[in-house]
Structures are given as C-alpha cells and as structure tokens.
C-alpha cells in the first residue's frame, strides 16, 4: 500500500508540472526572479516595532528611544552574517507590534517613522551582497491589543476621502495595499514582500498582479498559505518532530516549489523582544539550519532585536558561536543541493544505530557529497545507502583526517569513528560517478492519457535504486500540496 501510494505521489506532481493548476492567478513554480533566493541558505528575521518592550504608544516617542540608543543597520547586517544568512525580513509592520511603518510615508493610519529605518537597511544589506524583504500583515485584529488603538481611521478616511474602518479587514486590506504600493515604488533595491497570510481586498484589486507587472523582480512569500502566484511558501514554527530538530518533516509543499521555514531562533518566549534574555538551544537551532539544507528549505530564523536594535546577550552569544561554527563546514552547506532528492545524492534520515542526518551534494561537483551526523549512532560505525555513487574518498570536513571506509551491498560503511561533533559531523564523501544506471536506449515510458500539447515523454534517465523519492520517517513526500489553499490564523 505505501509503495502504491509513493507511486501515485510521483506521477501527480509529475502531473502538475506538466499540466500546471488551473487558478485565477497564473502560478510560476520556478522563475528567474528567484534565483537570489534559491541560492540562498538562510535569512534573518527580524520582529521590531512599537511594542518591542518597554513597549512605545507614542511613535514619535518610539523613534526617538531607537535613535537615541545608538540602532544602526550595520549591526543587523554583521549579525546576519555571523549566521552565514544571505537575506533579512523586517517585520515592524506587524500586528502584534503596533502596525509601526520603519519608513517614512504619505499615507496615514498607524505609526510612520520619520527615519527611515528601512532605507537604511536595505542600502547597508546591499553594501554586503544581502537582500532585504519587507514584511506586510493582512491583519487588523490586534488593532486594540493592550488597550491602545494602533490604527487611525478617521486619518486614512480623510485620506482617501471616504469612510473606511480600518479596524474591519476590507478596510485595513485597503490601507495595507496603498502601503504594498508606496513601498514597492520608493525602493527599488528592496527584494520582495514577506506576507502574513492574505485579504480579500489584495485579491479583488489584483495587488499581486500589479506587483508583478511594476516589479517583476520582486518575490512574494505567503506565510502557511500555498497561494499559487506567490514564489515562496514559508511554513511557520514548526514542532512535534522526532528528532525535533528534522524540520523539513512538517513541511508540507514539495519540491521544485521554493520552500522555506521560518523558526524563532529563542526556542520559547514570542518572536520579539519582550524584556527576557530566553535561552537558545544550539542542538535544535543548528539541527534546524542543517536538516533544512539538507532538503533545499531556506531557513527564515527569527531573532528578537531590543529597541535600540541590539540582540539579547544569549542570541548575540549564539551568533558569534556560528560565525566560526559553520565558516569550518561551510563547503558542505553554502553551494549544494540537499542530497536523496532532484538532485542526487546519498541517501538521507535515519541511518543506522539511531543515527540520523542529512546528505547534502556539491552544486559545482557532483560526485563531492557530505553526509551531516547530527544524532549519532551509539556505536563507531556509519552506515549510509550510497544511492548508486562509486566511493574513492572519506574525510573528516573540521578535521580533514581520512576516514576508514567500505562499500558493499549499495551501502558506504564509514569505521572506527569516535571523534563526533556535539551539533554536526560532517563527512566528505568523494566519487567516481555512478554505476548502476540503466542506458535510456533500453526502455519506453507512456501514458494513456496526457494535457493538449503535453504529449508523453520518454524518460532521459532511471536508475535500479529509487533515489529521488522525498522520504521522511516512512513517508513519501512527493505529491505537492501546490494550489492549495490553508489557512492558517494565527497570534505572531
């Protein structure tokens, strides 16, 4: 029954790449727009805003405290680099932080800053080869929280010259798309939106629609909503795993859809600083980052900045940690693919004697892997299904010492290992291709059915062992959940 089932997972994606959904919005799995982004490993996120505690109802007050405590861009840029991050998302219009615009703007409604905080990131992350995406929320039910109004009505109706109730979501969709527009038009270097689930209002008036033809450059992230003209799913939080750390396990859109995963980096605690120094758990964090990578997810952390910008001591502590932590492994991480997967590679999960890890494969050599022992075995030894690859070569990556090493049976057997990592060990795996491989002269694929203009194919290449099949703890994740639409509210 499990095989049947896999089986019928590879031939619906398979279906939906050759046929496409059909959806008012027309969808665009892969585009150049995205390269940056599918190059990218990880991304910085920043909660900030007026209620960052102590907590501001004055945004002029608000202003002034982050001026006055000394917030530059450059911090966050040094910060996100420490993490080997290659973008940030500012999240201050946020709607649990007071709806704060960290820009100036002509449009008014809630707090609006008179420096422009944005501008100054955006330019310091460009300065670095960063991209910076600006977060939007469809949100106005925190309009009251903590018993101040957050939002201006009667200033945006008299704005607009009509009535409209910000606090009621058609209203606050109005505001909030005069607010995509204004933004997407002052700075052209900004990267894309970062949005909190949709409004009614954006999809009536074609908000994305128009931010694709004025900037076509931009990406579009939906936060746990597969909505088919966005680029980016990003899946929120995700627990319950085992191990805990195996993110990609509760991912649940599928390859080649860019997919992302957005944790608080303090793993209690809410996603900005509310006055606490919340620990930071580096076996899950750097578990996280790593199994992430290891199934092409970007991972989107969240740290919680204070008013004046700077990072609580134990998340700064984490990040200067990280800095040398990944620089020692970072060939295995920065330019691969997530190995077991579209693109080759060892076989990935659960290996032997509890083990488990992830495999990831150079994007510029495809016969240099890396497997990523993040739970050790309880022995010496390392079994790894080795996927068809000839095995010339295995390193220890921190320590470059070679490590003795066996290949039978489709398996690599890695011996007499005692020197592992606390968060990750890492081995390079060296190759003389692959044997195995059944010639495409030697078989025919068809179908009995294809889309107009669809006809069958013949495959270019298979091979006797089953290496691209998505599997976690047992279970095939092949079949796209692509066009469908889940809604998820939530506090953030």
């Given at each position: 029954m499990r095989?049947?089932?896999?089986r019928?997972?590879?031939?619906?994606t398979?279906?939906?790449?050759?046929?496409?959904?059909?959806?008012?919005?027309?969808a665009?799995?892969?585009?150049?727009?995205?390269?940056?982004?599918?190059?990218?490993?990880?991304?910085?996120?920043?909660?900030?805003?007026?209620?960052?505690?102590?907590?501001?109802t004055?945004?002029?007050?608000?202003?002034?405290?982050?001026?006055?405590?000394g917030?530059?861009?450059?911090?966050?840029?040094?910060?996100?680099?420490?993490?080997?991050?290659?973008?940030?998302?500012l999240a201050?219009?946020?709607?649990?932080?007071?709806?704060?615009?960290?820009?100036?703007?002509?449009?008014?409604?809630?707090?609006?800053?008179k420096?422009?905080?944005?501008?100054e990131?955006?330019?310091?992350?460009?300065?670095?080869g960063?991209?910076?995406?600006?977060y939007?929320?469809?949100?106005?039910?925190?309009?009251?929280?903590?018993?101040?109004?957050?939002?201006?009505?009667?200033?945006?109706?008299?704005?607009?010259?009509?009535t409209?109730n910000?606090?009621?979501?058609?209203g606050f969709?109005?505001?909030?798309?005069?607010?995509?527009?204004?933004v997407?038009?002052?700075?052209p270097?900004?990267?894309?939106?970062?949005?909190?689930n949709?409004?009614?209002?954006?999809?009536?008036?074609?908000?994305?629609?128009?931010?694709?033809?004025e900037?076509?450059?931009?990406?579009l992230?939906?936060?746990?909503e597969?909505?088919?003209?966005?680029?980016?799913i990003?899946?929120?939080?995700?627990?319950?795993?085992?191990?805990?750390y195996?993110?990609?396990?509760?991912?649940?859109?599928?390859a080649?859809?860019?997919?992302?995963?957005?944790?608080k980096?303090p793993?209690?605690?809410?996603?900005?600083?509310?006055?606490?120094?919340?620990a930071?758990?580096?076996?899950?964090?750097?578990?996280?980052?790593?199994?992430?990578?290891?199934?092409?997810?970007k991972?989107?952390?969240?740290?919680?900045?204070?008013?004046?910008?700077?990072?609580?001591?134990?998340?700064a502590a984490f990040?200067?940690?990280?800095a040398t932590?990944?620089r020692d492994?970072?060939?295995?991480?920065?330019?691969?693919?997530?190995?077991?997967?579209?693109?080759?590679?060892l076989?990935?999960?659960?290996?032997?004697?509890?083990?488990?890890?992830v495999?990831?494969v150079?994007?510029?050599?495809?016969?240099?892997?890396?497997?990523?022992?993040?739970t050790?075995?309880?022995?010496?030894?390392?079994?790894?299904?080795?996927?068809g690859?000839?095995?010339?070569?295995?390193?220890?990556?921190?320590t470059?010492?070679?490590?003795?090493?066996?290949q039978?049976?489709?398996?690599?057997t890695?011996?007499?290992?005692?020197?592992w990592?606390?968060?990750?060990?890492?081995?390079k795996?060296?190759?003389?291709?692959?044997?195995?491989?059944?010639?495409p002269?030697?078989?025919t694929?068809?179908?009995s059915?294809?889309?107009?203009?669809?006809?069958?194919?013949?495959?270019?290449?298979?091979t006797?062992?089953p290496?691209?099949?998505?599997?976690?703890?047992?279970?095939?994740r092949?079949?796209?959940?692509?066009?469908?639409?889940?809604?998820s509210?939530?506090?953030?």
């Amino acid at each position: 029954m499990r095989e049947t089932l896999r089986r019928l997972g590879v031939l619906m994606t398979a279906a939906l790449l050759v046929v496409g959904v059909s959806s008012p919005a027309r969808a665009e799995v892969l585009h150049p727009r995205q390269d940056w982004l599918r190059a990218s490993t990880s991304g910085l996120f920043l909660h900030w805003g007026m209620r960052t505690n102590p907590g501001y109802t004055s945004c002029t007050a608000w202003e002034a405290a982050v001026t006055n405590g000394g917030w530059t861009a450059k911090y966050w840029v040094d910060e996100a680099k420490k993490l080997h991050a290659q973008y940030l998302v500012l999240a201050s219009f946020h709607s649990r932080l007071g709806y704060a615009r960290a820009w100036p703007s002509s449009i008014p409604g809630s707090c609006s800053t008179k420096r422009d905080f944005l501008g100054e990131l955006i330019d310091a992350a460009s300065a670095e080869g960063l991209k910076v995406i600006n977060y939007m929320t469809d949100d106005p039910q925190w309009h009251n929280e903590g018993g101040h109004e957050w939002l201006d009505s009667a200033g945006y109706s008299k704005y607009k010259g009509k009535t409209v109730n910000l606090q009621e979501r058609p209203g606050f969709g109005q505001f909030s798309y005069d607010n995509f527009v204004e933004v997407m038009q002052r700075y052209p270097k900004l990267a894309g939106f970062w949005i909190d689930n949709d409004n009614a209002y954006w999809e009536q008036n074609g908000l994305y629609e128009r931010i694709r033809r004025e900037r076509p450059d931009m990406v579009l992230s939906n936060n746990n909503e597969d909505t088919p003209i966005m680029d980016t799913i990003s899946n929120e939080q995700k627990t319950g795993m085992t191990p805990n750390y195996d993110y990609p396990q509760a991912v649940y859109t599928a390859a080649p859809r860019l997919i992302e995963a957005c944790f608080k980096l303090p793993s209690s605690g809410a996603w900005w600083y509310s006055g606490s120094n919340s620990a930071v758990d580096y076996k899950l964090t750097l578990g996280r980052l790593i199994t992430n990578a290891g199934s092409d997810v970007k991972a989107l952390m969240a740290e919680t900045a204070m008013v004046n910008g700077k990072f609580p001591a134990n998340q700064a502590a984490f990040n200067n940690f990280t800095a040398t932590y990944l620089r020692d492994i970072w060939e295995s991480i920065g330019g691969t693919y997530g190995g077991g997967y579209l693109h080759g590679g060892l076989k990935p999960g659960f290996w032997n004697d509890g083990a488990h890890g992830v495999t990831t494969v150079s994007k510029a050599n495809p016969n240099q892997h890396y497997i990523h022992v993040i739970t050790r075995p309880s022995g010496a030894t390392l079994k790894v299904r080795d996927n068809g690859y000839k095995v010339s070569r295995v390193t220890n990556l921190r320590t470059g010492a070679s490590v003795s090493w066996t290949q039978s049976g489709g398996t690599i057997t890695l011996n007499g290992i005692s020197n592992w990592d606390q968060y990750d060990t890492v081995f390079k795996v060296e190759t003389a291709g692959r044997e195995g491989i059944i010639p495409p002269s030697s078989y025919t694929m068809s179908a009995s059915a294809s889309g107009s203009g669809h006809p069958p194919r013949t495959r270019r290449t298979a091979t006797t062992r089953p290496i691209g099949t998505q599997r976690v703890r047992g279970r095939c994740r092949c079949a796209s959940t692509w066009g469908r639409r889940r809604r998820s509210r939530t506090s953030r």
